[in-house]
């Protein structure tokens, strides 16, 4: 998933299959833990994924029978999602304030916003954009389906700010080293990234910096309710990036708000939209 970052130098978004490559994900763990919420909560076919990325996820939701439209702000991402993952309608569009009549205008019965998309909405004007959008975009009754990291956890919790953390992986024959150090922003109410990539070819090192929101279970209840969202279920695991991970047939979701992911499933009023 991706989104806007704060600095010049994304190795990841502008190369998408090297992305795919640092983060696989051949059993699509994601995608059908959305599909099995979708399923679980009764969301029509029309689904609107926000933050696609390189259309994987998009892809699989759309070999499950639903007909996905797929946005993302990365055009490489999108142009790769294409080439790679076909099947879903590709569109560039910004999540925190996208254009309806882009993207088929009011017709979906969900939208999906999964790997902390929802968090890249680092203002309250850029919540309320995306939320009001969403609200839009959605038939009466639809599904608002995300999964992102728990601002919550951040409030007892240090292990993932006191070292930073090293990953190594090798790619097309070149070895690839990156550095990744987090920090709360607490005025801000950001976890503040900063990643520095090495390749053992010689290029110069890629340094970038990127954000996501700490939204706390109950501000997002409380920001969902003011636009019209009923949460039918917001808890930290399991999920598809929880330890242990989602498993199809998993019966329990975890009333706590404990762990580092957080789960929102949330139905707009049945009578549509109440714009604030």
């Known amino acids: ?20 490559a640092r983060f696989p994900d051949p059993d ?22 926000l933050g696609c990325g390189t259309g994987r996820d998009a892809a699989h939701l759309h070999r499950a029978g639903r007909r996905v439209v797929a946005a993302d702000v990365s055009g490489a991402m ?19 304030d996208f254009d309806l009549s ?27 954009g995306l939320l009001r959008s969403c609200r839009e975009a959605l038939a009466p009754g639809g599904l608002l389906l995300a999964e992102m990291r728990n601002g919550a956890f951040f409030l007892g919790s240090t292990e993932l700010l006191d070292a930073p953390a090293v990953s190594r992986f090798t790619w097309q024959g ?33 340094e970038q910096h990127s954000a996501w929101r700490l939204l706390f279970p109950q501000e997002l209840r409380y920001v969902l309710a003011a ?30 708000a404990d762990g580092d992911r957080l789960h929102l499933i949330a139905r707009l009023a049945p009578d549509g939209p109440n714009p604030l």
Do not use: I, K
């Open 1 to 20: 998933m991706t989104a806007p970052d704060d600095a010049s130098g994304n190795l990841l978004t502008d190369n998408p299959a090297l992305y795919e």
């Open 78 to 96: 999108l142009d790769h999602a294409r080439a790679h993952h076909p099947g879903p309608d590709y569109r560039h569009a910004d999540l925190r």
């Open 227 to 256: 636009h019209g969202f009923t949460v039918l279920a917001l808890y930290d695991g399991p999920g598809p990036r929880t330890e242990p991970a989602w498993r199809p047939g998993d019966p329990f979701e975890s009333p706590t």
């Open 174 to 206: 070149t070895g690839y080293r990156s550095v990744t150090t987090l920090r709360v922003d607490r005025a801000a109410q950001l976890l503040r990234r900063r990643r520095v990539w090495t390749a053992d070819d010689g290029t110069p090192p890629v």
């Open 28 to 49: 699509r763990l994601a995608a059908r833990w959305a599909e099995d919420r979708l399923r679980r909560y009764g969301a029509g076919p029309r689904v609107l994924d």
């Open 102 to 128: 882009e993207l088929g205008g009011r017709a979906f019965d969900a939208v999906v916003c999964l790997d902390s998309a929802f968090l890249y909405c680092h203002t309250n004007d850029q919540l309320d």
